[in-house]
C-alpha cells in the first residue's frame, strides 16, 4: 500500500462504527472520489489475510469496514511498523495527553499505540520537553499515569502547533489534521470558503490552514467540555470587533452543521485568531503603539547596525503590517511559531543578533513579550531592506513573485531577486490566491513562485524562500540568455585572535546548563576589566530570550556593546555537548565588541558562522589541549 491508502485504511479503523462517505474520504485525503474507490479495491484485497475485516460499501452512505479487536490490532501494527520514522505515533501521543483530562498510563499508550513501554516513555520525554515551550508540564502520577497540566490556552496553542514535534517538509498540516473527524475537517473547510465569499477577508494559504486548525481544536474542546475562560473585559472588546460578526455567522452554521452550541467565551476565542488575519484592524486597534514599536526597533537596528533603515519606506510598511498582527497576538496570549526560525538563526546570525537586542528592548519599553519566533520574521524584513540597498536595477523580464509565507518572506525573497538578477522587473510579491487578479492587470513575462502553480500560459519558475544555491542555478538555466549578476560576494570575515587572549580561553569546562556557562563566561569578562557588570544580565537576558546557538556544535553568546569598555571574545570548549536550545553544543564564543569596533561583529559572526558549517575545524577545536592550539586552528 502506499502512503495514501495507508492513510484512508487508518481513517476506516478509526471510524468502526460509522459509514464513512466517499466524498468525505476524497476531501480528507486530497483527492478524487475515483482514485478512493480505486484505492478501496486495493485495501479489500490486503485484508484478505484477515478472517474477520469486511469492507462494506452502501450507496448514499459510503464505505464501513467491520474488523474484530485481534485482527485490529495486527492490522494496525502492520501499519505502525511500516512507519520507519514513528512521526505519526509521536503527534498521536502528544494530541491524546493534551485533549486527555484523565492520566493516561505508560501501559495504555504502548497498548494503543502497538509499541513497548521504553519507545513510549522515550516519546514522552520529547514531548515534556516541547510542551515546556508553552508553559505546559506533563506531569506523571505514580499507579495513575501522566497527564498535561497548564491553562486551556496554551493547551490548544501547543494543538494548533503540533507539527514542531516532527520535522517532514510537506506532511505537518496533513498530519495533524488526520487527528479530527474527516467529516468536521470537510464542514470546517466548507465554512471557511463560505465565510470568504460571503465578507471581504482576504486569507493567505497559511492563515486559512491556521483558522481551520483553531476551528477543529474549538470543536474538540467544546465536545469535552473544556472552555476558553476569559475575564469580563475582554469579552466585552471582542464584541464590538468587525470580526465578531463573521464569527458569529460562521459559528451558527458550524453549530447547526455539527448539533453543537459553542459558549461566548468560543465566540470571543475564535474572533481573536480571526482578527489577527485582518492586519488593517489590527493596526487601528494598537495604533498608538505600533507607531512607538516600529519606529523604536528601527532606530535601534539603524544605531547598532549603521544602515539608513528609517529612509525604507518598504520596510516602515512591511513592520506595521507585520507588528499589527504580532501585537494582537500577543495582547490576547496567541503564539505563532516560525517554521524557519532555525533556518534563519543559521543564516544570518548577525541580523538576528541584532534584532534579538533591539526586541528586549522595545519588550521592556512597552511591556511587550515578542518572542524569537516573531523576531525571526523581522530579521526577513531588516534583511531584505540591506540587500534593497545594495541593489542596482536593470529591467530586462517582468516578473511576479508568488509567495504565501507572509509580507516578511516575500520582501526578502524579492530582495534577494532583484540584487541578484539585473535582467528582471518585479511587478510584485502577491499571495497565490490575488495571482489570478493580478495577471489580468499586469502584462507579466514570469512567475516565480514558492509553490507550484497550475498556469500553462506563462512560464513558472519554482524556488525556496530563502534562495538557495540551487534555486539560483535553477533561475540561470531558466532565464538563458540573461547574464545574472551573479552570486552575493563572500562575506568579509574577521581573524578571533585579534580579541581573545589567554585569560579568557576555558578548555575541558564541566557546566550543566547554558546559562551557568554563559554567567560563568561574563563574570569572568567583567572581572578582567573588559566589560561592566550590566553586561552579565544582558548577556543572561539575550540568552533567554533566544539560544545563540547556530548550529555545527556552536553557540555565541552576547550583549548590549554598551556594556563593553574593550573588545573580547572569550573562548569555551565543553567536556562534553550540551543541551542549547534545540540543537546540542560543545564550542562556545561569547562576544563582547565594544561600540568603537562595531564594524568588526558582523565579520565576527559571520567567521564563526564558517567554522560551525565546517565540522573538521569544530572537531579541531573540540580537541585542542591548549590556547595554542586553539590560535593556531584559527589560522587555517
Same mark, same amino acid.
Given at each position: ?11 476506516? *479503523? ?16 486530497? /483527492? ?132 514542531? $514535534? ?12 488526520? $487527528? ?14 463560505? *465565510? ?37 473585559? &475582554? ?9 465578531? #460578526?463573521?464569527? +458569529? ?5 458550524? &453549530?447547526? !452543521? ?18 489577527? /488575519? ?67 538563526? %543559521? ?13 528586549? %528592548? ?21 534583511? !531584505? ?17 508568488? /509567495? ?27 499571495? %497565490? ?8 492587470? #499586469?502584462?507579466?513575462?514570469? =512567475? ?82 573588559? +566589560? ?14 533566544? +539560544? ?42 561569547? $562576544? ?30 573540540? &580537541? ?5 592550539? =586553539? ?6
Amino acid at each position: 500500500m502506499n502512503d495514501r491508502q495507508k492513510k484512508l485504511l487508518r481513517i476506516l *479503523l478509526a471510524n468502526l462504527d460509522r459509514f464513512m462517505p466517499n466524498q468525505n474520504l476524497a476531501d480528507e485525503l486530497g /483527492c478524487s472520489e475515483k482514485t478512493v474507490r480505486n484505492d478501496l479495491n486495493n485495501i479489500e484485497k490486503q485484508l484478505n489475510g484477515f478472517p474477520s475485516a469486511v469492507l462494506q460499501r452502501k450507496r448514499g452512505s459510503g464505505v464501513l469496514l467491520s474488523i474484530d479487536r485481534a485482527d485490529r490490532a495486527t492490522l494496525l501494527n502492520d501499519i505502525y511498523q511500516s512507519d520507519t520514522s514513528g512521526d505519526d505515533r509521536l503527534l498521536e501521543l502528544a494530541y491524546q495527553l493534551l485533549v486527555s483530562e484523565k492520566p493516561l498510563t505508560l501501559a495504555d499508550l504502548a497498548e494503543k499505540h502497538f509499541t513497548n513501554r521504553t519507545t513510549v516513555r522515550g516519546e514522552l520525554n520529547r514531548i515534556a520537553s516541547w510542551l515546556e515551550g508553552y508553559d505546559l508540564e506533563l506531569v506523571s502520577k505514580q499507579r495513575l499515569g501522566h497527564v498535561v497540566k497548564g491553562k486551556e490556552l496554551n493547551k490548544r496553542n501547543a494543538l494548533a502547533n503540533l507539527s514542531e $514535534l516532527i520535522f517532514t517538509e510537506s506532511r505537518e498540516r496533513e498530519r495533524v489534521l488526520h $487527528l479530527f473527524p474527516p467529516t468536521e475537517i470537510t464542514t470546517v473547510r466548507k465554512l471557511l470558503r463560505d *465565510l470568504q465569499a460571503q465578507y471581504p477577508i482576504d486569507l493567505s494559504e497559511g492563515e486559512f490552514e491556521s483558522l481551520q486548525v483553531h476551528a477543529l481544536i474549538m470543536i474538540k474542546r467544546t465536545r469535552q467540555r473544556s472552555p476558553i475562560l476569559l475575564g469580563d473585559s &475582554e469579552d466585552g472588546a471582542s464584541v464590538k470587533l468587525d470580526s465578531y #460578526h463573521m464569527t +458569529a455567522w460562521l459559528m451558527k452554521r458550524l &453549530e447547526d !452543521a455539527l448539533g453543537l452550541s459553542f459558549p461566548e467565551a468560543e465566540y470571543v476565542y475564535f474572533t481573536w485568531h480571526l482578527e489577527s /488575519c485582518r492586519n488593517e484592524h489590527a493596526g487601528k486597534a494598537t495604533d498608538g503603539l505600533l507607531t512607538g514599536v516600529v519606529r523604536q526597533i528601527t532606530l535601534q537596528l539603524q544605531r547598532m547596525t549603521m544602515k539608513r533603515f528609517q529612509d525604507d519606506e518598504v520596510l516602515t510598511d512591511g513592520l506595521k503590517t507585520h507588528l499589527a498582527s504580532a501585537i494582537h497576538r500577543i495582547k490576547y496570549g496567541l503564539t505563532i511559531r516560525n517554521p524557519m526560525l532555525s533556518d534563519i538563526k %543559521k543564516k544570518y546570525p548577525y541580523m538576528f543578533s541584532m534584532v534579538i537586542l533591539a526586541v528586549e %528592548k522595545i519588550n521592556e519599553t512597552y511591556h511587550l513579550n515578542i518572542q524569537e519566533d516573531e523576531a525571526a520574521y523581522l530579521v526577513l524584513h531588516f534583511q !531584505a531592506s540591506i540587500e534593497r540597498m545594495q541593489t542596482e536595477r536593470s529591467s530586462v523580464k517582468r516578473a511576479v513573485i508568488v /509567495c504565501d509565507l507572509g509580507i516578511g518572506m516575500s520582501h526578502l525573497l524579492q530582495a534577494k531577486l532583484e540584487q541578484s538578477y539585473q535582467g528582471i522587473e518585479m511587478l510584485g510579491s502577491i499571495s %497565490k490566491s490575488e495571482l489570478p487578479a493580478f495577471l489580468q492587470k #499586469h502584462e507579466t513575462d514570469m =512567475i516565480i513562485s514558492t509553490t507550484d502553480i497550475d498556469i500553462s500560459d506563462i512560464p513558472i519558475v519554482v524556488v525556496s524562500p530563502l534562495l538557495e544555491h540551487e534555486d539560483k542555478k535553477r533561475l540561470n538555466q531558466f532565464l538563458q540568455s540573461i547574464e545574472p549578476k551573479g552570486a552575493e560576494k563572500n562575506a568579509t570575515m574577521a581573524d578571533p585572535r585579534r580579541f581573545i587572549t589567554e585569560d579568557v580561553v576555558f578548555l575541558g569546562m564541566n557546566l550543566e546548563h547554558r546559562f551557568e556557562i554563559v554567567e560563568m563566561l561574563a563574570n569572568n569578562v567583567v572581572q578582567k576589566g573588559f +566589560a561592566e557588570q550590566k553586561f552579565i544580565h544582558s548577556a543572561l537576558l539575550r540568552e533567554r530570550t533566544s +539560544a545563540t546557538s547556530i548550529g555545527g556544535g556552536v553557540a555565541i553568546p552576547h550583549a548590549d556593546p554598551d556594556f563593553v569598555k574593550q573588545s573580547v571574545v572569550s573562548l569555551a570548549v565543553l567536556r562534553e555537548p550540551i543541551q542549547w536550545g534545540s540543537e546540542m553544543v560543545s564550542v562556545v564564543f561569547l $562576544l563582547a565588541i565594544a561600540k568603537e569596533n562595531h564594524t568588526m561583529i558582523k565579520p565576527l559572526m559571520q567567521t564563526i558562522a564558517a567554522i560551525s558549517h565546517n565540522p573538521a575545524i569544530v572537531e579541531k577545536l573540540n &580537541e585542542a589541549a591548549s590556547v595554542s592550539d =586553539i590560535l593556531t586552528v584559527f589560522e587555517q
